[in-house]
């Protein structure tokens, strides 16, 4: 009879101490600080388990005690998060690796739909770039818009969305800082900057004659206190 307790008793040691050791983790997955990014694989190295986020960008993971998840995938950055006996929820912002085949790849996989990856492309944002890492504001600029033209001088530089249209005038886009028009961006460091809005087209027209070459919206940390 006392081998069988015992017997007994040794089992639900054996199975909490197994239940003690996994545990669920939640989590979403965005790019751009906003938009949901589905269809994105989530793995967790100890436990080795895998899934997939929904439409919502959101998952739920088996993980084992000081797991990892790791995600992997195209278009984007591999990323990895530690979780601990603390971590119950993960909120992951994924950044976008942009170059064309790479925005092909992420609407073709199901990632990001089109719209939306057009219009963050169209608007880069500080809590998903690191502008610090640049050192002028024409660096930050270069290869993140389509068509649009980066020309850099040893003083400065100039932004050309429209291409060179103009022989005898100034084929330069039109500059708005903290709402305010300027001629010159030279002296916006990238560290200050909130975010960047590229306008063409038509949505230059607020702007009347003077957005003919595309504008530039800039909106700084300072304007937006």
Do not use: W
């Not at 560290?191 to 087209?201: A, F, G, T």
């Amino acid at each position: 009879m006392k081998k069988r307790i015992f017997l007994f008793l040794a089992l639900i040691i054996y199975f909490s101490s197994i239940q003690a050791q996994t545990k669920v983790v939640y989590g979403k997955l965005t790019a751009f600080n906003k938009y949901p990014l589905q269809n994105i694989e989530v793995k967790a190295k100890k436990s080795k388990a895998s899934v997939k986020t929904d439409s919502l960008g959101v998952f739920s993971i088996v993980t084992n005690d000081e797991d990892r998840i790791v995600i992997k995938t195209k278009a984007f950055q591999t990323i990895t998060r530690k979780v601990d006996k603390a971590t119950d929820s993960l909120n992951i912002n994924l950044v976008f690796i942009d170059t064309k085949s790479n925005r092909e790849l992420a609407t073709g996989y199901g990632y990001i739909n089109s719209q939306d990856l057009n219009y963050a492309m169209n608007n880069l944002e500080q809590e998903n770039n690191e502008f610090c890492n640049y050192t002028n504001i024409y660096d930050l600029l270069v290869g993140r818009f389509p068509g649009v033209m980066v020309q850099r001088t040893a003083t400065g530089g100039s932004v050309i969305i429209r291409g060179g249209t103009s022989i005898n005038m100034s084929n330069e886009a039109l500059y708005v800082v903290d709402g305010g028009v300027t001629t010159n961006i030279d002296y916006i460091h990238p560290c200050d900057i909130r975010s960047i809005n590229v306008l063409k087209d038509a949505s230059t027209s607020i702007y009347g004659s003077r957005g003919s070459n595309g504008v530039v919206v800039i909106e700084t940390k300072r304007g937006n206190n």
